[in-house]
């Protein structure tokens, strides 16, 4: 059996050397040196190929390298194909950093002393307790999850909202569409961790924002696809949002001209909340293939028809 990756040339080589150490005996290969296409069974990538399936007769299993799969077009996959996302412990991790630094900053109004700094300017801004600091995440799924605990410590009110119900200790938790009115009423700091699908795309507008708190501000680590930018450009003018973090744009990178590279109330960051490590990323696909391999259930299989 060859594992086939197709993704990030630079990352590659990190891949290749934690394969290596992790299953020696297992042929890797790394696109587009695919040597013969009968024997990929596994296809480790970003962006699949075209024709996957008249290319790679005996594939059984396609893994994403990231967490989320709205970059693959499955009506282009055979429809028994298993797709599978990236659970490795790292991305939730250092997904749970990132929220956490991105909510001090606009707790601490770092996002208007950068801009200050950048005029010389001096000037204090009234520090507001945590305990009055609402944070809200929209998606409670893993990563929404592991930043809520992270951020349980800074006594923050926290809340989310997911599509089917939560029980989370310490979290008021808000399920679907009659309830998102009421979760962005009591949300100071928004983030956003949907996965992007139809019902997610577009869903931070400027109906969204109007219903947040006047000044609030959101953080942006899903897709550049749930952000309807000029919205957000209108909110951060009229100030009923203060400021916003940006991780993740469509398309990425902007381009030159853009406006927010230079907006005083936006930070931008290239979509690196949280990076797969390829350590981890090789032990969950090895441990996939052996669950795969012995009939077991799979984590991470994402559904047809869902495809999330
Ligand atoms: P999960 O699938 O674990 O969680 C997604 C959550 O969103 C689920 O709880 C799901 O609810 C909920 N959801 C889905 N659709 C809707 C909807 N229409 N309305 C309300 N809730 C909805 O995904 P992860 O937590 O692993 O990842 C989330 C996203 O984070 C990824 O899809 C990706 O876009 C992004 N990401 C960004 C990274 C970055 O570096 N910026 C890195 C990695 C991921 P339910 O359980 O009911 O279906």
């Not at 990231?66 to 599978?84: E, I, T």
């Not at 010389?120 to 945590?130: D, L, T, Y």
């Not at 907006?263 to 290239?270: D, K, L, S």
Request: proline residues 9%.
């Amino acid at each position: 059996m060859t594992i086939l990756y197709k993704a990030s040339a630079e990352r590659a080589g990190q891949w290749a050397a934690a394969f290596a150490r992790q299953a020696p005996g297992v042929p890797f290969r790394i696109w587009p040196d695919i040597g013969d296409p009968e024997a990929v069974e596994y296809l480790l990538l970003w962006q699949p190929p075209e024709r996957i399936a008249e290319t790679f007769p005996n594939l059984k299993m396609v893994f994403s390298v990231g967490a989320g799969v709205d970059q693959l077009d499955f009506s282009k996959l055979p429809p028994g194909l298993p797709v599978v996302r990236m659970l490795e412990p790292g991305i939730a991790e250092s997904m749970a950093e990132f929220v956490c630094m991105a909510t001090l900053m606009l707790h601490r109004d770092m996002v208007a002393y950068l801009d200050q700094q950048r005029r010389r300017q001096w000037r204090e801004i009234q520090v507001q307790p945590g305990a009055r600091r609402r944070v809200g995440i929209l998606g409670l799924g893993q990563l929404g999850q592991a930043s809520l605990a992270k951020l349980r410590p800074f006594g923050f009110p926290l809340s989310g909202w997911n599509r089917s119900p939560r029980q989370i200790e310490g979290v008021a938790c808000f399920t679907g569409a009659d309830e998102l009115p009421a979760f962005l009423a009591q949300t100071d700091i928004l983030i956003c961790l949907l996965p992007l699908t139809e019902a997610t795309r577009g869903i931070l507008n400027a109906r969204l924002f109007a219903a947040l708190p006047p000044g609030a501000a959101i953080i942006n680590v899903g897709r550049g696809g749930h952000l309807v930018e000029a919205d957000l450009l209108a909110a951060l003018e009229t100030g009923q949002l203060s400021g916003a973090m940006i991780d993740v744009l469509d398309p990425e990178p902007p381009p030159a001209e853009h406006p927010f590279w230079r907006h005083p109330r936006i930070v931008m960051t290239p979509h690196i909340a949280s990076m797969t490590r390829p350590e981890g990323g090789a032990a969950f696909v090895l441990e996939t293939i052996e669950r795969h391999r012995r009939g077991l259930p799979i984590e991470g299989l994402v559904p047809r028809g869902q495809e999330y």
